[in-house]
């Protein structure tokens, strides 16, 4: 009962918190607006804001702690009320339990100290047994829960009989709260009562009334008042109080469920639907109870067993009354207390409302608030922007004293430059300025225009000054250019300023730049070329020709040879490594006193004009901001008229061909690096040259074809049958030409490479026809001339051979060779050799027959068909053979010996010598074996003879005659 108490009064509370605190969910919602406004109010915001805030946070504590005040006494209120209602169940639970009645008894008999009986008085009622006594309490008690859990009909005045939770809800619904705290004691008073009174019997309400009656509830005994002190009867009449309000609170209860009973009889079934399938339900939870299934299985009477389970009940309703009634006393005090706490709770419930309505004005003033501050923040952003536009006005078209006694009094160096790059900035400014807004608006702006002409007058006049000055003063070596490129360029912005405020004095500015440069360049490359034409080798003259006698070439006062080396205006020589180290950039210094050949020399010029003129390239447009290339072209224009010239001058007097082809090699080197530079200032100077080397080659080339046409072969001499010098001429020139066409070749001047290799076959032609005169009048017999074309044309070809070089011309000349040395070795073999000769040359065709005999009969021809001489008949006798073959056996080596001594006297080449004997054995070998073949096949005894030599051991035998393995001779 306890437990059920607590419940109760517990959903009561809350119920009356709920209630009382109707600002739960208006409130947060308030308080959450409040705080999702809060950030937007600016810290700017002005004092109203300010002190409504602090009203509201003042509101706030008080009504926090009237809540906690209200909530604290609501606590110990409740403490007190359930310390008491926990002592008066304890007292209850040591009170022996009222013995149960039978149902005939009219009366109940109720043993409760607390209504001033004796407990040792008799009782009236008949005895129980205690085993009785003790299983009708705990299932009256169990009725009760019982009855508490079912759901109940509504009273007369409305109100839900039910449990707790009924209880609980109808005080949130807004009934007065002693209402409610009866029906909640109705409720649980009578909660025993209801499941007895449920059954209809109307004899239980009278047997009720008189327990009520007869047990004296609130009624005290004469016997006991007589002998009781003053105190005790003060005492007596607080408890006949107590128990005349338990009896009233009884009699309520019993109206109540008498009021149930006359619903309950006025029921008629009909009238209400009833729910068959929860009826089948019922009829299953009833087969689940063991004590009904029990009854069932034993066939008891079921009349008799109903009869007997509402006696057990009545005894139980019975039982249950006596315990409520000992409980009375607890019950009234607990309904006093309910009403405290009622009265706590109404207070509270007030302070909260108030509160809320507080909260509600300080949310609304919020808002206000905020709306103000979104205002105020509106202009104080407006403001702010003017102000910074403003700032940003001011700042870009104020002048300072300072910038201005900088620009106008100061020297030009870099902190110059940074105040004249913000002047014109603000300059520029104020010129949009002028263009966007009207000038009305921009009277600021117009008192600026005389301070602005001023600072642009002396900035000009002081840029142009400095300008000019460091020109003069700077650039007169040719040696610190860069560096003065390195220091002007850090002005480059200052120019940039002057050409953009008077263009005019820029392009004077350009004008005495170029006249500086060109004025150092001009003496420096004047000097520079100067010195290199003293370090040149002499230029070789008209009659350094390839047909030109020597005697032509010796001076007739010194009569020594003008040109150290005749060979070298033919030939490379030294001059190669100039076309192989093209990519290095070498720099010949001017007190330099090597002589040199005049291409390396003008490599060096050249070289030398391509890094200033790429330099002042890059320096025009970093500084001039533009690449101007008319301004170069005129910045070196006499440099290049002095390089030009200096060149006509050795190319117009010079009859080196091999010198001016290196020359056209550089020409065209450096102008494919200044195309890759992208660069064309320099492109008719190189055409120009290009065109008068061309024509001068070409013109060389032409003298040397002449002179070789022309030349008068008696004038010209010539050593025994050695090749001839102006052939010794031919093959290194040749050879030179041939190794510097194929750079023409790679850069596809074409043009020039056919021109080139036309001109070289009729040198060629003329070569061929100079050496059959000079052969004719020199020499009268056919063997000489033969040897001195051999020599000559081993000459041309082993040149070539020595370069890895060859030509169409190459092949020919290889041609005649090779026709000239077949002719001398058959001449050469025909004296000593006679005989084999002869004798291989007739039988020739028959060796071959008989091959080609053997042949048919090995792929089964007729033999009829064959044209050959048939086998047997022999076109030598043996002793014409025997006799040949000892002969050559006999006189072989000391012929071969013989020959191979001419040959190395006639022959300077000892490779060609040795050329000559090495095909000499090839022709001696063709011949015996055409014999060493006739002996084996017609006359194979001979093989047997001393004199009969296989063809490798012949071969051996004369390698080691013509080349003996001496350390001295080097095959």
């Given at each position: 009962?306890?437990?059920?108490?607590?419940?109760?009064?517990?959903?009561?509370?809350m119920?009356k918190?709920k209630?009382?605190?109707?600002?739960?969910?208006?409130?947060?919602?308030?308080?959450n607006?409040?705080?999702?406004?809060?950030?937007?109010?600016?810290?700017?915001?002005n004092?109203?804001?300010?002190?409504?805030?602090?009203?509201?946070?003042?509101?706030t504590?008080?009504?926090?702690?009237?809540?906690?005040?209200?909530?604290?006494?609501?606590?110990?209120?409740?403490?007190?009320?359930?310390?008491?209602?926990?002592?008066?169940?304890?007292?209850?639970?040591?009170?022996?339990?009222?013995?149960?009645?039978?149902?005939?008894?009219?009366?109940?008999?109720?043993?409760?100290?607390?209504?001033?009986?004796?407990?040792?008085?008799?009782?009236?009622?008949?005895?129980?047994?205690?085993?009785?006594?003790?299983?009708?309490?705990?299932?009256?008690?169990?009725?009760?829960?019982?009855?508490?859990?079912?759901p109940?009909?509504?009273?007369?005045?409305?109100?839900?009989?039910?449990?707790?939770?009924?209880?609980?809800?109808?005080?949130?619904?807004?009934?007065?709260?002693?209402?409610?705290?009866?029906?909640?004691?109705?409720?649980?008073?009578?909660?025993?009562?209801?499941?007895?009174?449920?059954?209809?019997?109307?004899?239980?309400?009278?047997?009720?009334?008189?327990?009520?009656?007869?047990?004296?509830?609130?009624?005290?005994?004469?016997?006991?008042?007589?002998?009781?002190?003053?105190?005790?009867?003060?005492?007596?009449?607080?408890?006949?109080?107590?128990?005349?309000?338990?009896?009233?609170?009884?009699?309520?209860?019993?109206?109540?469920?008498?009021?149930?009973?006359?619903?309950?009889?006025?029921?008629?079934?009909?009238?209400i639907?009833?729910?068959?399938?929860?009826?089948?339900?019922d009829?299953?939870?009833?087969?689940?109870?063991?004590q009904?299934?029990?009854?069932?299985?034993?066939?008891t009477?079921?009349?008799?067993?109903?009869?007997?389970?509402?006696?057990?009940?009545?005894?139980?309703?019975?039982?249950?009354?006596?315990?409520?009634?000992?409980?009375?006393?607890?019950?009234?005090?607990?309904?006093?207390?309910?009403?405290?706490?009622?009265k706590?709770?109404?207070?509270?419930?007030?302070?909260?409302?108030?509160?809320?309505?507080?909260?509600?004005?300080?949310?609304?003033?919020?808002?206000?608030?905020?709306?103000?501050?979104?205002a105020?923040?509106?202009?104080?952003?407006?403001?702010?922007?003017?102000?910074?536009?403003?700032?940003?006005?001011?700042?870009?078209?104020?002048?300072?004293?300072?910038?201005?006694?900088?620009?106008?009094?100061?020297?030009?160096?870099?902190?110059?430059?940074?105040?004249?790059?913000?002047?014109?900035r603000?300059?520029?400014?104020?010129?949009?300025?002028?263009?966007?807004?009207?000038?009305?608006?921009?009277?600021?702006?117009?008192d600026?225009?005389?301070?602005?002409?001023?600072?642009?007058d002396?900035?000009?006049?002081?840029?142009?000054?400095?300008?000019?000055a460091?020109?003069?003063?700077?650039f007169?070596?040719?040696?610190?250019?860069?560096?003065?490129?390195?220091?002007?360029?850090?002005?480059?912005?200052?120019?940039?300023?002057?050409?953009?405020?008077?263009?005019?004095?820029?392009?004077?500015?350009?004008?005495?730049?170029?006249?500086?440069?060109?004025?150092?360049?001009?003496?420096?490359?004047?000097?520079?070329?100067?010195?290199?034409?003293?370090?040149?080798?002499?230029?070789?003259?008209?009659?350094d020709?390839?047909?030109?006698?020597?005697?032509?070439?010796?001076?007739?006062?010194?009569?020594?040879?003008?040109i150290?080396?005749?060979?070298s205006?033919?030939?490379?020589?030294?001059?190669?490594?100039?076309?192989?180290?093209?990519?290095?950039?070498?720099?010949?210094?001017?007190?330099?006193?090597?002589?040199?050949?005049?291409?390396t020399?003008?490599?060096?010029?050249?070289?030398?004009?391509?890094?200033?003129?790429?330099?002042?390239?890059?320096?025009?447009?970093?500084?001039?901001?533009?690449?101007?290339?008319?301004?170069?072209?005129?910045?070196?224009?006499?440099?290049?008229?002095?390089?030009?010239?200096?060149?006509?001058?050795f190319?117009?007097?010079?009859?080196?061909?091999?010198?001016?082809?290196?020359?056209?090699?550089?020409?065209?080197?450096?102008?494919?690096?200044?195309?890759?530079?992208?660069?064309?200032?320099?492109?008719?100077?190189?055409?120009?040259?290009?065109?008068?080397?061309?024509?001068?080659?070409?013109?060389?080339?032409?003298?040397?074809?002449m002179?070789?046409?022309?030349?008068?072969?008696?004038?010209?001499?010539?050593?025994?049958?050695?090749?001839?010098y102006?052939?010794?001429?031919?093959?290194?020139?040749?050879?030179?030409?041939?190794?510097?066409?194929?750079?023409?070749?790679?850069?596809?001047?074409?043009?020039?490479?056919?021109?080139?290799?036309?001109?070289?076959?009729?040198?060629?032609e003329?070569?061929?026809?100079?050496?059959?005169?000079?052969?004719?009048?020199?020499?009268?017999?056919?063997?000489?001339?033969?040897?001195?074309l051999?020599?000559?044309?081993?000459?041309?070809?082993?040149?070539?051979?020595?370069?890895?070089?060859?030509?169409?011309?190459s092949?020919?000349?290889?041609?005649?060779?090779?026709?000239?040395?077949?002719?001398?070795?058959?001449?050469?073999?025909?004296?000593?050799?006679?005989?084999?000769?002869?004798?291989?040359?007739?039988?020739?065709?028959?060796?071959?027959?008989?091959?080609?005999?053997?042949?048919?009969?090995?792929?089964?021809?007729?033999?009829?068909?064959?044209?050959?001489?048939?086998?047997?008949?022999?076109?030598?006798k043996?002793?014409?053979?025997?006799?040949?073959?000892?002969?050559?056996?006999?006189?072989?080596?000391?012929?071969?010996?013989?020959?191979?001594?001419?040959?190395?006297?006639?022959?300077?080449?000892?490779s060609?010598?040795?050329?000559?004997?090495?095909?000499?054995?090839?022709?001696?070998?063709?011949?015996?074996?055409?014999?060493?073949?006739?002996?084996?096949?017609f006359?194979?005894?001979l093989?047997?003879?001393?004199?009969?030599?296989?063809?490798?051991?012949?071969?051996?035998?004369?390698?080691n005659?013509?080349?003996?393995?001496t350390?001295?001779?080097?095959?």
């Amino acid at each position: 009962m306890a437990s059920t108490w607590s419940s109760m009064s517990t959903s009561l509370n809350m119920n009356k918190l709920k209630k009382l605190n109707p600002f739960d969910s208006t409130a947060n919602a308030t308080t959450n607006e409040s705080n999702a406004s809060s950030p937007s109010i600016n810290n700017n915001s002005n004092a109203s804001s300010s002190t409504a805030t602090q009203q509201m946070a003042n509101a706030t504590a008080t009504a926090t702690a009237s809540m906690a005040n209200a909530t604290a006494k609501m606590a110990s209120v409740t403490t007190a009320w359930a310390r008491n209602l926990g002592e008066n169940l304890r007292v209850s639970s040591n009170t022996p339990s009222p013995a149960p009645v039978s149902p005939s008894s009219s009366s109940l008999s109720v043993a409760s100290p607390q209504v001033g009986q004796n407990s040792s008085s008799p009782s009236t009622s008949p005895s129980v047994s205690p085993s009785n006594s003790s299983q009708n309490v705990p299932n009256s008690m169990n009725s009760s829960s019982g009855a508490t859990n079912s759901p109940s009909p509504k009273n007369s005045n409305g109100h839900s009989n039910g449990n707790n939770s009924n209880s609980s809800n109808n005080v949130s619904n807004g009934n007065n709260v002693n209402n409610q705290s009866g029906n909640a004691l109705n409720n649980s008073g009578s909660s025993a009562l209801s499941s007895s009174l449920s059954t209809g019997n109307n004899s239980k309400k009278e047997t009720l009334k008189g327990s009520i009656e007869n047990n004296g509830l609130g009624v005290a005994s004469p016997a006991f008042t007589t002998s009781l002190s003053p105190a005790s009867l003060a005492e007596k009449k607080r408890e006949e109080s107590k128990r005349e309000k338990n009896r009233k609170l009884l009699e309520d209860l019993l109206k109540e469920e008498e009021g149930k009973m006359e619903m309950l009889d006025e029921l008629d079934i009909t009238t209400i639907p009833v729910n068959f399938a929860s009826m089948e339900e019922d009829m299953k939870n009833v087969q689940k109870n063991p004590q009904i299934l029990q009854a069932l299985k034993e066939g008891t009477d079921l009349k008799r067993y109903t009869s007997e389970v509402e006696e057990k009940l009545t005894l139980l309703e019975r039982g249950t009354v006596g315990d409520y009634a000992a409980e009375g006393d607890a019950v009234a005090i607990l309904y006093e207390q309910i009403i405290s706490c009622d009265k706590v709770l109404e207070e509270l419930e007030g302070l909260l409302t108030n509160f809320q309505t507080d909260i509600k004005n300080v949310g609304q003033e919020i808002k206000i608030l905020q709306e103000g501050c979104k205002a105020h923040q509106v202009k104080l952003n407006n403001r702010s922007e003017v102000q910074n536009q403003l700032e940003k006005f001011i700042h870009n078209i104020h002048i300072s004293e300072e910038m201005i006694d900088c620009l106008v009094n100061g020297q030009v160096n870099e902190m110059y430059q940074e105040y004249l790059l913000e002047f014109n900035r603000k300059v520029s400014f104020i010129e949009t300025q002028k263009l966007i807004e009207n000038d009305s608006h921009l009277k600021g702006v117009s008192d600026l225009d005389p301070v602005i002409k001023l600072i642009q007058d002396r900035s000009i006049s002081k840029i142009k000054s400095y300008l000019s000055a460091y020109f003069y003063e700077n650039f007169n070596d040719v040696n610190n250019i860069s560096i003065n490129h390195k220091i002007l360029l850090r002005y480059a912005r200052t120019y940039q300023y002057l050409f953009k405020m008077a263009p005019q004095a820029t392009d004077e500015m350009k004008k005495t730049y170029q006249d500086t440069i060109s004025r150092v360049f001009t003496t420096y490359f004047r000097n520079y070329a100067s010195a290199m034409s003293r370090l040149t080798f002499k230029t070789a003259d008209k009659n350094d020709l390839l047909g030109v006698e020597e005697n032509r070439s010796i001076s007739i006062f010194t009569g020594k040879r003008q040109i150290k080396d005749k060979a070298s205006v033919f030939a490379l020589g030294i001059r190669q490594k100039i076309v192989e180290q093209l990519q290095q950039s070498e720099l010949i210094p001017e007190d330099s006193q090597e002589k040199r050949p005049y291409e390396t020399l003008f490599k060096s010029m050249l070289n030398l004009l391509v890094e200033k003129v790429t330099g002042e390239i890059t320096f025009t447009q970093d500084f001039f901001m533009e690449m101007d290339i008319n301004m170069v072209q005129d910045m070196f224009s006499r440099v290049i008229q002095t390089l030009y010239e200096n060149l006509r001058e050795f190319v117009s007097n010079s009859y080196d061909s091999i010198a001016i082809f290196i020359l056209i090699v550089i020409i065209d080197k450096y102008r494919s690096i200044m195309s890759k530079r992208l660069s064309s200032c320099l492109d008719n100077f190189f055409d120009d040259c290009h065109q008068d080397l061309m024509d001068r080659f070409f013109f060389v080339f032409d003298n040397n074809l002449m002179s070789v046409k022309n030349a008068i072969v008696k004038d010209l001499n010539s050593i025994d049958l050695q090749p001839h010098y102006v052939i010794r001429r031919y093959a290194e020139y040749n050879a030179s030409l041939l190794y510097l066409i194929q750079i023409p070749q790679q850069t596809g001047d074409y043009p020039f490479v056919n021109k080139l290799n036309q001109n070289l076959s009729k040198l060629r032609e003329e070569i061929e026809r100079f050496l059959l005169r000079l052969a004719e009048a020199k020499y009268r017999d056919w063997r000489s001339r033969t040897m001195f074309l051999m020599n000559n044309y081993d000459l041309i070809t082993s040149v070539l051979r020595e370069r890895s070089l060859s030509s169409g011309d190459s092949q020919q000349i290889e041609k005649l060779l090779d026709m000239k040395l077949s002719d001398y070795i058959h001449d050469e073999l025909s004296k000593p050799f006679a005989r084999l000769l002869n004798f291989a040359k007739t039988n020739e065709s028959f060796v071959l027959d008989v091959k080609n005999d053997e042949e048919n009969a090995a792929e089964g021809a007729d033999s009829a068909t064959s044209t050959a001489t048939p086998t047997g008949k022999v076109p030598v006798k043996e002793e014409e053979v025997k006799s040949l073959l000892e002969d050559f056996h006999k006189n072989r080596n000391a012929e071969l010996q013989k020959i191979m001594d001419s040959i190395r006297k006639q022959f300077s080449n000892y490779s060609f010598g040795d050329r000559i004997l090495e095909r000499m054995i090839e022709r001696l070998l063709e011949s015996y074996s055409i014999l060493h073949k006739i002996i084996f096949k017609f006359f194979p005894h001979l093989r047997k003879s001393p004199s009969c030599t296989a063809l490798t051991q012949l071969k051996v035998d004369m390698e080691n005659v013509l080349f003996p393995p001496t350390p001295s001779k080097n095959r």
